[in-house]
């Protein structure tokens, strides 16, 4: 059996200049990132690192595989929908930018983006079905996003469709299990004091 810590990226350098596609960590998000590692994650058993491709998942992962001398695995699957648009955009700016499209990006954060829902579901799904099947690991720390996460949570619950709620920036959501059918929610959304 696997437990899985789910952590959701820190608070990104939304409009960062030079890659508003693919932003960096925010300052704030830097701080989020070094704290999570030093005051939570440091203090769990973890013996790997896998992270989503996008440059604010790897800057939030950087700090506890530098703390813990582990090397940090890239996952394509673990990737937010957005990974190619053309510039970052956050909930609160998708609504304010685009209130006439609020109940369609709720509906769903993919199909908003261009993204076909069931592709992204399925590629998501796929990544965390061949994690479990690894043999390498036992505590893995996940760096990824909203949606993935919530994603394999929803499916945990047996309640998909559900991806509505919200996760904190750097929040850890545990999960354990020895495959897909038999993952369980530990917690969710747990927050670094």
């Not at 200049?17 to 300052?27: D, E, K, Q, T, V």
């Not at 559900?162 to 747990?190: A, I, K, P, Q, W």
Request: aromatic share 6%; proline share 8%; glycine share 6%.
């Amino acid at each position: 059996m696997k437990q899985l810590l789910l952590v959701r990226h820190g608070q990104p350098d939304e409009g960062h200049a030079l890659r508003p596609g693919n932003p960096p960590l925010h300052a704030a998000g830097q701080v989020q990132a070094r704290v999570l590692a030093l005051r939570r994650l440091a203090f769990e058993p973890i013996d790997r690192i896998v992270c989503s491709p996008q440059q604010r998942a790897l800057d939030t992962a950087a700090p506890l595989s530098r703390l813990l001398g582990i090397d940090i695995e890239v996952i394509n699957g673990l990737a937010e929908c957005d990974l190619y648009t053309d510039r970052y955009r956050s909930p609160d700016t998708i609504r304010r930018e685009e209130p006439h499209r609020w109940a369609e990006f709720l509906a769903s954060p993919p199909g908003f983006l261009g993204v076909d829902p069931d592709v992204f579901h399925k590629t998501v799904m796929d990544a965390f079905a061949a994690l479990l099947a690894d043999s390498r690991g036992s505590v893995v720390a996940v760096f990824s996003h909203g949606m993935p996460i919530k994603t394999l949570v929803a499916h945990a619950m047996r309640m998909p469709g559900t991806e509505t709620f919200s996760l904190d920036h750097c929040s850890v959501t545990r999960m354990v299990g020895s495959s897909l059918d038999d993952m369980r929610v530990r917690t969710l959304n747990e927050s670094t004091p």
